[in-house]
Each structure stands twice: as C-alpha cells, then as structure tokens.
C-alpha cells in the first residue's frame, strides 16, 4: 500500500542534468508539473559545458549528406582532421556508421535539413523570451554568425548548401572577402568571401545550464546532483527508478542523459536496444582563453578547418573536431594542437592571453542527425530527449517544451513526428 502511494504521489523525475534536461524541467515546471532532476555529477557537466555556445538555424543540414562518406575517407588520411574514427573492432560503431551511409543520398538529406530546421528556427525564435521570463543572465547576443572561407572553391561549393538551407527561411547574405576585413579587423588577410547568417546567435553555454539550473530551483523543482541513475522499472501507475542515492518513484521519467544514454538504457530491464543502435558518442573538443584585445565582433565557424570561435565579454574559445572513439575520455593532444592551428591560419590574435580550459565533450549522435523526442515506444510513461548531437544548445528550448506538450498531452507547436524514437526501432 506504501509503494502504490509513493508511485501516484511523485510526478516527474528527469534524468541528466545537461542542457536538455534542465530545459525540459523547465518546460514542465512552467506547465504546472513537479519536477525532481536526478544528475550523475554536476549541473551541465558533460557536453553542456564547453560546447561553443552558438545558436545555429544555419546548421540544419546534417551530416548524411551525398559525398560525405569520400570526405570522411579522405579525411581519415590527415591526422589533424575536423573528422576522426579510431580503427577498432566495435560493431555497435561500424553498424552505426553502415546506417548512417545509407542516408547520404538527396531525399534523405531534404527530408532531415527539414526536420533540423524546424526545431532548430522554433528554438531559436523562442529562446528571447525564455531568456527574458526566467532572467537567465548567459551573454546571449543576436549578432549573427559569419561563415569565412579562405578557399574560393570551397566559398563557390558552398552554395548549394546556402539553397538548400534558404529554401527552409534561412537566409544568408555573401560579403566579399576585402569589404569583410575592411569591417573585421580580427581576420588575417586571404579571406575570399563571409556567408553570414544574420539568423543565428550565441551565448556562454556553462553560463546557460547554470542559470537554466537556478530557474529550475526557483520554479520549485528538484536537482540532486552526485546522483546516478542506475536503474529504470515501469511498473503499474508509474516508473520506479535505482540511483546512487536509493530508490525514487514518479509518474513519469524523462531520459535525457546525453551520450549516456544507450549506456543508461541497456542497464533498464526494458526494450530500449534502439537507443545503442542509434547513438554513439562523437567527441568534440575546445580550448577556453580570457579574451584576446583583438576577437572577432560575432562567432565564426571557419569553414575549411571546421573551428568555431566564440568571443564573449568574459572569455574566448575554439571548438571542433568529430572524433568517433568510443567513450574514450582522454584529451588528444593532436586535436587541441589542430584547433590553434586553424585559428591562426584566420585570426591576428588566435588564442587569449591566458589558457583557461581544455576540454573534450561527448555529443549525443544520431546516425539520421535527428534528435529524439517522444516516448520510448511501448511505454506510456517513459520519455525520450536525447541525440541532439552538435546542436543541444541551439533546439534546447523547443525540445524542453516539445517534451512537456507532450507529456502534459497537449497538441505540440511543431510536428513531433520526425523525432520519435519509433523510426528506429
Ligand atoms: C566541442 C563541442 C562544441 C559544440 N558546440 C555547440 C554549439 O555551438 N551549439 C550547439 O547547439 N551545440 C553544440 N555542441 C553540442 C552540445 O554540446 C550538445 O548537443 C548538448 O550539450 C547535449 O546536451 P544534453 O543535455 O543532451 O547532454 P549533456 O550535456 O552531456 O548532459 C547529459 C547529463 O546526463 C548526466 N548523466 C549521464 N548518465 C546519467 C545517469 N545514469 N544518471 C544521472 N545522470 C546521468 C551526465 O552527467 C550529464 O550531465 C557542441 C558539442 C561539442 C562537444
């Protein structure tokens, strides 16, 4: 009789405390749900951390794209590439990549850069006014991104891309590479044209998951940190869940542990297999300074290396690098070097005057490079927001609300269909 009162009386346990977990408590706080997140280690201490912080409509394309499997084989030969694979023997990697070979063919990449983009342009047009209801202080600013190319080739083969990405409302404009340097005194001479995407934005991301955390807090919810969830039982009239800390009960439970979660969901009694076969962690790294007296004015992904560059007021960072080597947690020196290296191919002034961090995060990837959102199939009361892959931050809050429509049984603002766990299984 205890048990069952203790199962009715809960409401929602989140698992993970990253990004998307906190916007999906937020989410349901918001919609008048109590709400208890259960954190293996601290607020936003796994990919969350250190990613670049960009807010980026303009990345809706994924990665399946025709002709990507010959750039990631050719890229395979330079050892400081933007893309790695660590040769091994792990079927669950070669399955994935297999899966995701298969979607690099024209009708697979329309149909995903559509689905990317509307979650991507609902998260970028509600993130103001989250911002602004919760009073989250991040460093948010709406500048814009510039995309420079050294390479006229690579500007020129850009354009398909460019097409493709306005034919879904986002929009760029090309700037001739001397009239960009004449306005940012920041780049080094040779720059051959700037795509800017006046759409995106940027903010300090362990700034965001802290403040998203204290919004949490003062909306009522629960973080316990130091808390590992090893365990998840459905039973009748809800979800019993084994942590670190002891045994807890909810109605409902939101997975959204990040890379973690295949690993989380092969330890969970139920048929969630569809996660390992769908995810695998791609590993990114950044560098953090104090701010160079010369950063650039908005972020810049430099395209021929893949490095992006964030400057805020309270600091600078590189980032890049997809490096498939399981859940390896070493810090490969090679890839850190490489980051300052494209940095000072494009940049007077490439790093800051003080090294703050080195960092390397696991992104959730998706072989469709779609996230997942929705229920885990067969379960009313379990719930999926994972595979965000390189762009967490940037469908942060449309996830949060996509899961909380959701589960409060509400029609969703955008079409949850394309990210329903049921396309893998
Ligand atoms: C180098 C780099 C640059 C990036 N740049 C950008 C960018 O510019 N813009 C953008 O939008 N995205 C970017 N990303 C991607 C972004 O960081 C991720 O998509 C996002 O952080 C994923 O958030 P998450 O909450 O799903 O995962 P995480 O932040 O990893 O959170 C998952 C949490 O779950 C916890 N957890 C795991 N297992 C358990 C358990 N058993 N019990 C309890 N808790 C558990 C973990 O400790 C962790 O805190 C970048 C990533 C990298 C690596």
Known sequence: MQQRTDLIGADVIVIGAGVIGLACALALLDSGRSVRVFEAGTVGCGSSHGNCGTITPSHAEP???????????????????????????????????????????ARDLHAATAAKAAILL??????????????????????????????????AA???????????????????????????????????????????????????VAELARAVRA????????????????????????SSQGEHCAREVVLAAGAWSPRLARTLGIAMSLLG??????KGYSITYDRPSLAPRRPLALRER?????????????????EFSGYD??????????????????????????????????????FDDLPILGRVPGYERLWLATGHGMLGVSMSTASGQLIADLVCGRAPQIDPAPYRAERFA
């Not at 399946?64 to 990697?93: C, F, Q, S």
């Not at 700037?194 to 300090?204: E, Q």
């Not at 076969?277 to 791609?282: L, S, T």
């Not at 300052?340 to 696991?362: I, N, S």
Request: hydrophobic residues 40%; charged residues 25%; proline residues 6%.
């Open 63 to 105: 990665l399946a794209a025709p002709g990507a499997i010959v750039r990631a084989l050719r890229w395979m030969l330079t050892p400081d590439a933007p893309l790695y694979l660590k040769p091994r023997l792990d079927p669950a990697l070669w399955g994935w990549l297999g899966r995701f070979a298969a979607r690099c063919n």
């Open 122 to 155: 609902a998260s970028r047009q509600s993130l103001p006014d989250w911002i602004a209801r919760h009073q989250l202080d991040c460093e948010f600013a709406a500048t814009g991104i510039d995309y420079v190319f050294r390479d006229p080739a690579a500007l």
């Open 158 to 208: 850009f354009d398909r891309e460019r097409q493709l990405l306005a034919g879904f409302g986002i929009v760029s404009t090309h700037i001739d590479g001397a009239a960009y340097q004449h306005e940012e005194p920041a780049l080094r001479d040779g720059v051959a044209g700037v795509v800017r995407f006046s759409g995106d934005a940027s903010l300090r991301p362990e700034r965001y």
């Open 219 to 242: 909306a009522g919810g629960t973080i316990i940190e130091q808390c590992e969830v090893q365990r998840v039982q459905v039973e009748k009239g809800g979800v019993r869940i084994d």
């Open 277 to 282: 076969r769908a995810m695998q962690p791609g």
């Open 306 to 322: 893949s490095v992006c560059v964030t400057a805020w007021d309270s600091g600078f960072r590189l980032g890049s690098t997809m």
């Open 329 to 366: 947690s070493t810090l490969n020196r090679r890839r850190l070097d490489a980051l300052e290296r494209a940095a000072r191919e494009y940049l007077h002034e490439p790093v800051g005057p003080v090294k703050r961090e080195e960092w390397f995060g696991w992104r959730p990837m998706t």
